[in-house]
T-cell receptor, first 114, second 115 residues
Framework: GNSVTQMEGPVTLSEEAFLTINCTYT??????LFWYVQYPGEGLQLLLK?????DKGSNKGFEATYRKETTSFHLEKGSVQVSDSAVYFC?????????????FGQGTILTVHP | NAGVTQTPKFQVLKTGQSMTLQCAQD?????MSWYRQDPGMGLRLIHY???????DQGEVPNGYNVSRSTTEDFPLRLLSAAPSQTSVYFC??????????????FGPGTRLTVT
C-alpha cells in the first residue's frame, strides 16, 4: 500500500537558519505529493504540491522537488522565521479519482527561536 | 465564506456513549472527508463522500458512521465510543476529488476524549 515517511522530529532552529525536512514515499504508479502545515490550534493548510516527476512546488519561501528516482519530496526553506513554527505534514494521493484520499506522514514539529 | 466549520471544539465522552461530530462547508464543494489525527501517526482517512447521497470507507472506518444528505453537511457518528477513539478529528472539503489542483480545505478540528 501507500506510505509516507518523514524525518524524525522535532526540529529546533534559530531564526534565519536553513530548513530541510525529509520526506520519502512508497506508492504504485505516479502519485501527487503535498506538504501541509498546521499552525497551533488550527486545521491543516496546503503549503505546496507537485503532481509529476521533477516538478517543483513552492510557496512562502518553501520549496520541494518531486524526485521519482529517490521517491522523495524534501521540504526546504533558505531562511526560517519564528512565524514558521508549526507542524509540517508530507502527504500523497494516488490520483485518478483518488485525489481526495490523502496518505500522510507522521508530521514534523518545527520550532524556530528568535 | 466561513469555510469548513466543525462543532464541538472539545468533547469528553464516557465509554459506550454515542455522539455526532458536525461538519459543514459553505463553498459548494462536492468532496468531503473525515480524518483522525493521532500522535506519531499523522492523519488517517475515516470516511469520505464524493457528493450528496454517496459515501465510502477510508482507511480506519470501524466504529464510525457517516451520511451526506446535503452538499453542505457531513456529520460523523460514533455509535458506541471507545477509548481507542480518543483523537483529534478533522473534516476536509474540496471542489472535487478528480484533480490535484483543487485544494483541500480543513476545518479547525474536534478534540475528543473517551474515558
Amino acid at each position: 500500500g501507500n506510505s509516507v515517511t518523514q524525518m524524525e522530529g522535532p526540529v529546533t532552529l534559530s531564526e534565519e537558519a536553513f530548513l530541510t525536512i525529509n520526506c520519502t514515499y512508497t506508492a504504485t504508479g505516479y502519485p501527487s505529493l503535498f506538504w501541509y502545515v498546521q499552525y497551533p490550534g488550527e486545521g491543516l493548510q496546503l503549503l505546496l504540491k507537485a503532481t509529476k516527476a521533477d516538478d517543483k512546488g513552492s510557496n512562502k519561501g518553501f520549496e520541494a522537488t518531486y524526485r521519482k528516482e529517490t521517491t522523495s519530496f524534501h521540504l526546504e526553506k533558505g531562511s526560517v522565521q519564528v512565524s514558521d513554527s508549526a507542524v509540517y505534514f508530507c502527504a500523497l494521493s494516488r490520483g485518478g479519482t483518488s485525489y481526495g484520499k490523502l496518505t500522510f506522514g507522521q508530521g514534523t514539529i518545527l520550532t524556530v527561536h528568535p | 465564506n466561513a469555510g469548513v466549520t466543525q462543532t464541538p471544539k472539545f468533547q469528553v465522552l464516557k465509554t459506550g456513549q454515542s455522539m455526532t461530530l458536525q461538519c459543514a462547508q459553505d463553498m459548494n464543494h462536492e468532496y468531503m472527508s473525515w480524518y483522525r489525527q493521532d500522535p506519531g501517526m499523522g492523519l488517517r482517512l475515516i470516511h469520505y463522500s464524493v457528493g450528496a447521497g454517496i459515501t465510502d470507507q477510508g482507511e480506519v472506518p470501524n466504529g464510525y458512521n457517516v451520511s451526506r444528505s446535503t452538499t453542505e453537511d457531513f456529520p460523523l457518528r460514533l455509535l458506541s465510543a471507545a477509548p481507542s477513539q480518543t483523537s483529534v478529528y478533522f473534516c476536509a472539503s474540496s471542489y472535487t476529488s478528480l484533480r490535484p489542483s483543487y485544494e483541500q480545505y480543513f476545518g479547525p478540528g474536534t478534540r475528543l476524549t473517551v474515558t
